[in-house]
C-alpha cells in the first residue's frame, strides 16, 4: 500500500522508526499480559507499514545495527 501523496516521510524519520522495531524482537522471551503482547505486535506492524509505505524496508543485525533498504522501482 504505497503512498499516493507527492510528499513523503523523510528519511531520517523512518530510520528512527527501524530502530525501534529491534525492541519488538527482545517481548518474545518476556512474560506479557495476552492483551498488551497483542496491542505490542499491533504497534509493530504498524511501524513497519509506516517505513514499507514510503518504500523501504528495515533490517537489523547485531552486528551491523539498523539498516533501511529502498525497494527496487
Known amino acids: 500500500m504505497m503512498c499516493t501523496c507527492s510528499e513523503k516521510t523523510e528519511k531520517k524519520a ?4 527501524a530502530k525501534a ?3 519488538f524482537v527482545n517481548l518474545d522471551d518476556l512474560k506479557m499480559h ?6 505490542a505486535e499491533v504497534a509493530e506492524k ?4 509506516i517505513i ?3 518504500g523501504y524496508t528495515a533490517s537489523y543485525l547485531k552486528r551491523r ?6 525497494f527496487p522501482r
Request: glycine share 8%.
Open 21 to 23: 522495531l529491534k525492541h
Open 34 to 39: 495476552p492483551g498488551d503482547l497483542h496491542t
Open 46 to 49: 504498524l511501524v513497519r507499514s
Open 52 to 54: 514499507e509505505d514510503n
Open 14 to 17: 523512518l530510520f528512527e522508526l
Open 65 to 70: 545495527g539498523t539498516r533501511l533498504f529502498r
